[in-house]
């Protein structure tokens, strides 16, 4: 093992406390940042997220209503910051075409497009009577 990778290793293994919440919360930021920079999609979804939060918080509705109409949108960006990951993992082993990892890409991208249509339901049936 190189001694950078036992040097990573050992360093995480060090980290307890707020010493380990502050690195996880740095490597978070990373992994936004990346997503941000390197997925047009995550970058579209987030804008979709911030419009629809500010609407939800605008429209007349009751608290769980707004929480809905908030939690599945955010839902989205979660689930395609998962789809990112699993797609980069797959990239990372190689680009050559292979059965297993189009399946992989495939069933994250379906996770994205269910996280979708849950939202476009909620919103339908919450925010469309109220806007009409």
């Known amino acids: 093992m190189s001694a950078i990778i036992e040097n990573k290793l050992m360093t995480k293994q060090q980290a307890v406390g707020m010493t380990r919440i502050i690195r996880a919360a740095g490597?978070?930021?990373a992994g936004l940042k990346a997503a941000w920079k390197n997925e047009a999609a995550f970058r579209q979804e987030?804008?979709?997220c911030l419009v629809a939060t500010?609407?939800?918080i605008w429209l007349d509705v009751s608290s769980i209503e707004r929480l809905m109409l908030i939690g599945c949108v955010v839902l989205v960006v979660i689930v395609?910051?998962?789809n990112s990951a699993i797609e980069a993992v797959v990239d990372r082993i190689g680009?050559?075409?292979h059965e297993l990892s189009g399946r992989a890409k495939?069933?994250?991208?379906?996770a994205v497009l269910?996280?979708?249509l849950l939202s476009a339901i909620v919103w339908a049936v919450i925010?469309?009577?109220r806007l009409f």
């Open 46 to 48: 987030s804008l979709l």
């Open 127 to 129: 925010a469309l009577p």
């Open 80 to 82: 395609e910051l998962l």
């Open 54 to 56: 500010v609407l939800a």
């Open 95 to 97: 680009y050559e075409h």
């Open 114 to 116: 269910v996280a979708l």
């Open 106 to 110: 495939d069933i994250g991208s379906a």
């Open 27 to 29: 490597y978070s930021l």
